[in-house]
C-alpha cells in the first residue's frame, strides 16, 4: 500500500497508545470504557491499514514489535497534533497548570500574586520537586503541565522554550545568637568567615549545581553533611545555635513564631540571585498561559537594576 493513501483512524492510534501505555487490552479496554474485544477489533484495522504488526501476541499477551517500537512516537505525536488542532477553534476551559517546584518558592508566591490579580483564571498547582530540568520539561514537551519553574544551564529542546522571569534575592537566615544577627546587610566576603549549612543539599540537582559555583566563586563554606528533617527542624536548630546559618531567597516564605527571633539578612555588591526560567511550549493554545507570561514579565521589569551574580 502507498503511504500516501493510508488513512489513519485516530481512535485507533489513541487505542494503540493507550494499550501501549498501560501494558494490556483488558486495561486499555478499562481505561476507554470500551470492550476488549473492541481494543483488538480497532488495533487489528490500524495493523491492516498501516501494513505491519504493531503487537507479536503470544499465549502470555501481546508487546510491541520492532514496527511497533517505531510507530509509538508518531502516534504520541499524531494525538498531540489532533488535541493541538481541535483546541485552536475551541475555547480552553481546563485549568492552567503550573509546576512551582516547592509551595514555599518564590514561582508559588508569583503564581499566587498572579492569582490575585487574575482570579478568573482556574489553576492547578503542581510541585515535582524530585524531577531534573531535563525531566520537567520533557512533562511540557508532552503536555502533562503548562509549564514549569527550572534553572535551566543550557538550551531547552524544541517544542519547550525557556525564559528567565525570576531573580530570587538571597538573605541570610539566622538566629538571634549568630555574630551576624546584628547586621542591617552583608557582603559575600563577609560571609566567607562563616560556615553556610544546607542539609541534604543534593549536589547532582540544578540547586546543587547553583551553590556549587556560589561557593566555589566566592570561597565560602557550604556544609551539606547531614540528613534534612525538613524545615520546622532547621528552624529550630537555627534558633538554638550561634553557628548555623543558611541562605534562603527573598521570595521564598518560612513562618516561625515571633519568640525564635530569627532574622533575614540581605546580601550585596553584588546581589546573588536564583534565576528562575518559565519553560513552555510555545505552541501551548491555552489562553491562561500568555497572561501569565505577560504578568511574569511586567513584574521583573519593575524591579530596580542592581549588582547581581548567577553562575557563567
Known amino acids: 500500500m502507498s503511504a500516501y493513501s493510508v488513512r ?3 481512535e485507533a492510534v489513541r487505542t494503540f497508545v493507550t494499550a501501549t501505555d498501560v501494558g494490556q487490552f483488558q486495561a486499555a479496554a478499562d481505561e476507554l470504557r470500551i470492550t476488549q474485544q473492541a481494543v483488538s477489533k480497532r488495533i487489528a484495522a490500524l495493523e491492516r491499514e498501516l501494513g505491519v504488526l504493531l503487537f507479536t501476541r503470544s499465549p ?5 514489535s520492532v514496527e511497533g517500537e517505531t510507530f509509538l512516537p508518531h502516534a504520541r505525536e499524531l494525538l498531540r497534533v489532533a488535541q493541538q488542532a481541535e483546541a485552536s477553534v475551541r475555547p480552553v476551559r481546563r485549568a492552567l497548570r503550573i509546576d512551582v517546584l516547592n509551595r514555599r518558592t518564590a514561582p508559588a508566591a508569583a503564581l499566587h500574586a498572579f492569582h490575585r490579580l487574575h482570579p478568573e483564571i482556574e489553576l492547578d498547582i503542581v510541585e515535582l520537586p524530585d524531577a531534573t530540568v531535563d525531566e520537567a520539561t520533557k512533562a511540557v514537551a508532552e503536555g502533562a503541565i503548562d509549564a514549569t519553574f527550572r534553572y535551566p544551564r543550557h538550551r531547552v529542546p524544541t517544542p519547550a522554550r525557556a525564559e528567565r522571569v525570576i531573580d530570587d534575592r538571597h538573605q541570610l537566615l539566622v538566629g538571634p545568637r549568630h555574630p551576624l544577627a546584628s547586621a542591617a546587610r552583608l557582603t559575600l566576603a563577609e560571609l566567607a568567615e562563616y560556615p553556610v549549612w544546607m542539609p541534604g543539599l543534593p549536589a547532582d ?3 546543587g549545581s547553583y551553590y556549587a559555583a556560589l561557593a566555589a566563586t566566592f570561597g565560602l563554606e557550604i556544609v551539606t553533611t547531614g540528613p534534612s528533617f525538613g524545615i520546622e527542624v532547621q528552624l529550630d536548630e537555627l534558633t538554638a545555635s550561634a ?3 543558611t541562605l534562603v531567597g527573598e521570595g521564598t516564605r518560612y513562618l516561625w513564631p515571633e519568640a525564635y527571633g530569627l532574622r533575614r539578612i540581605p546580601i550585596v555588591k553584588p546581589i546573588p540571585v536564583y534565576p528562575h526560567s518559565l519553560i513552555w511550549r510555545d505552541d501551548n493554545p491555552h ?6 507570561l505577560d504578568h511574569l514579565r511586567t513584574a ?3 524591579v530596580a537594576a542592581e ?3 548567577v553562575p557563567a
Do not use: N
Not at 502470555?60 to 510491541?64: D, H, I, V
Open 205 to 207: 540537582s540544578e540547586w
Open 243 to 245: 553557628d548555623l546559618a
Open 60 to 64: 502470555r499477551g501481546a508487546r510491541l
Open 287 to 292: 489562553p491562561g498561559l500568555a497572561i501569565f
Open 300 to 302: 521583573r521589569a519593575a
Open 307 to 309: 549588582r547581581t551574580w
Open 8 to 10: 489513519v483512524d485516530l
